[in-house]
C-alpha cells in the first residue's frame, strides 16, 4: 500500500491506555480527535455539520482492524517466506493476462511516464492481485477505527480520515460503503486516500479518476506515483543476490531505506559490481533472511520487540508481571514499545517457546547491491521485503509474458 507508517500498541488493560468504547457505534461529540476533523472539514467548507454527523452516526469502531495492524506481515516474516505469498504461479500468469488486456495502457503509460509496464503490473498484482482483492473493510470504519483506537498512528489516520472525506465529496465516493484494506487503501493500486487525491490521473479521459472500477486509471496513477516519488527511468534497481560478502561489506549490511555508499566504496569493501557501474553510482547493501523461519536475536534475559508486541503480552509468554517488566524497562505510562527495542526480562522468568523453537531456525543470508530506483519501491510500502517482492514479481511476469501467446482482441 502507498503509504508509510506501521504499527501501534493496542492493550487490553485498561489501567496504562484509554480505549474508546468497544460499542460498535460512534458518537461524534464523545470522540475529540473526530469532532476536531469534522470542525477542520467545515471551516475550510467541504461539509456542513449536519452531513458529517450523519456520517459519522454510521461509522462502526472495528476492533479486527486493531488486530491487523498489530501483525503487518512485512515485519513478521522472513524474506524467504514473504517472497513465497507472491511469487506464485497463479498470480504471474493472472499478471500475464492482465498486462496482455490492458497492452496498449501499459505501452502508454510506460511512454509517458518511463516507468517499466513490468513495475506497474507488479504493483497491482502485490497490492489487489489484479484488482481480484481490494479488501472488505469500510474505509471509513478503518480510519475512523484508527484515529480513535491506535494512539500511536492517530495523527496520521486522523490526515487520512480527512483526506477520505474530501476526496469521497470530490470524487463522488460514496464514503458509507466504499471498501478497502484494513489501513484504509482502496482500489486496484491500494492507494491511501492522500495518495489518492495528490498523485491519481485521468488515464482513462473520462473525466473522472477512479481508481477502485477503473484499471486503466489505475496503470496511470501508479506511474505517475513513482516518478514523483523518486523513480528514474532507465536506471536499475538491484543486483541478483549473493549469497555471501566480504567481512567489511557483511559489516556494513543494513536495511535503512537510502544509499549511503558509493560504488567506488563498495568495491574497495570487496563488492564484484558489474564494472558498467560508475564508481560514483548511489548504493546500498541490503542482506534479507531467505530462511523460512526467522531466527531469534534474543539473548538470555533480554527480549528483541517484534512487530505487534505487547509489554504485557511479552511479560506473559515469559511468565513474568506487566508491571515488572515496564517497571524495569522505565517504560511510560502507556508502556509504550517499538520494533527492534531490547527489553530487559525480570529474573525468574522463563523463555517462551516461540523464542525457543526460533533459535533452531537457521538463517540464508541473501545480499543485494540496491539502487535509488529500489528505495523509490520503498516509498510506496516502506519495507523493503515489499520493495524487492514487488521488483522480482515484476521480472516474473515479464519473462512468463515473452513466452506467452498474446490474447488476440
Known amino acids: 500500500m502507498a503509504f508509510f507508517k506501521k504499527s501501534a500498541l493496542i492493550f487490553a488493560w485498561a489501567s496504562f491506555v484509554c480505549l474508546p468504547s468497544f460499542t460498535n457505534a460512534i458518537e461524534l ?44 506481515a512485512e515485519y513478521t516474516l522472513t524474506w524467504g517466506r514473504y517472497r513465497k505469498i507472491f511469487l506464485k504461479a497463479d498470480r504471474i500468469e493472472q499478471g500475464v493476462e492482465f498486462w496482455q488486456e490492458h497492452q496498449a495502457v501499459f505501452d502508454r503509460a510506460e511512454q509517458e511516464f518511463g516507468v517499466p509496464a513490468s513495475m506497474i503490473a507488479a504493483i497491482i498484482g502485490v497490492e489487489s492481485k489484479f484488482g481480484r482483492y481490494k479488501g472488505s473493510h469500510k474505509v471509513l470504519d478503518s480510519l475512523v477505527t484508527l484515529t480513535t483506537g491506535f494512539p ?5 489516520f486522523g490526515s487520512e480520515l480527512k483526506e477520505f472525506l474530501i476526496l469521497s465529496k470530490r470524487n463522488q465516493i460514496d464514503p458509507l460503503t466504499t471498501l478497502g484494506s ?40 501508479i506511474a505517475n506515483y513513482f516518478i514523483e516519488n523518486g523513480w528514474k527511468p532507465g536506471e536499475l534497481v538491484t543486483t541478483d543476490a549473493s549469497a555471501s560478502v566480504t567481512p567489511a561489506l557483511n559489516e556494513i549490511a543494513n536495511r535503512k531505506r ?35 523461519r526467522r531466527k531469534s536475536k534474543n539473548r538470555s534475559g533480554t527480549y528483541i520487540v517484534r512487530a505487534g508486541d505487547t509489554a504485557c503480552e511479552i511479560a506473559e509468554s515469559h511468565k513474568v ?27 525468574g522468568g522463563e523463555r517462551a517457546a516461540s523464542d525457543l523453537a526460533d533459535d533452531q531456525a537457521q538463517v540464508i543470508e541473501n545480499y543485494f547491491y540496491t539502487f535509488p530506483n529500489f528505495y523509490a519501491i520503498t516509498r510506496y510500502n516502506q519495507s523493503v521485503l515489499y520493495a524487492m517482492a514487488v521488483y522480482e514479481l515484476s521480472l516474473a511476469i515479464a519473462k512468463a509474458k515473452e513466452m506467452s501467446t498474446p490474447i488476440t482482441q
Open 321 to 347: 508481571s506487566c508491571r515488572s517488566l515496564i517497571d524495569l524497562n522505565k517504560l511510560n505510562a502507556k508502556a509504550d514499545i517499538f520494533r527492534g527495542q531490547r527489553l530487559k526480562l525480570p529474573a
Open 152 to 156: 500511536r498512528r492517530s495523527k496520521f
Open 29 to 72: 461529540d464523545d470522540e475529540p480527535k473526530l469532532l476536531t476533523i469534522a470542525n477542520e472539514l467545515v471551516a475550510e467548507g467541504h461539509y456542513t455539520m449536519g452531513e458529517l454527523r450523519s456520517i459519522f452516526a454510521k461509522a462502526e469502531f472495528q476492533q479486527g482492524v486493531l488486530d491487523a495492524m498489530q501483525k503487518p
Open 182 to 221: 484494513y489501513a484504509g487503501a482502496m482500489g486496484f493500486p491500494q492507494f491511501i486516500s492522500s495518495s489518492y487525491r495528490n498523485y491519481a490521473v485521468d488515464f482513462s479521459g473520462d473525466g473522472r479518476t477512479d481508481l477502485i472500477n477503473q484499471p486503466v486509471d489505475a496503470i496511470g496513477s
Open 258 to 292: 537510502h544509499t549511503p555508499f558509493t560504488a567506488a566504496e563498495l568495491r574497495a569493501k570487496g563488492a564484484r559490481l558489474d564494472e558498467q557501474i560508475a564508481d560514483s553510482q548511489a548504493l546500498n547493501i541490503l542482506m534479507m533472511d531467505a530462511s523460512d
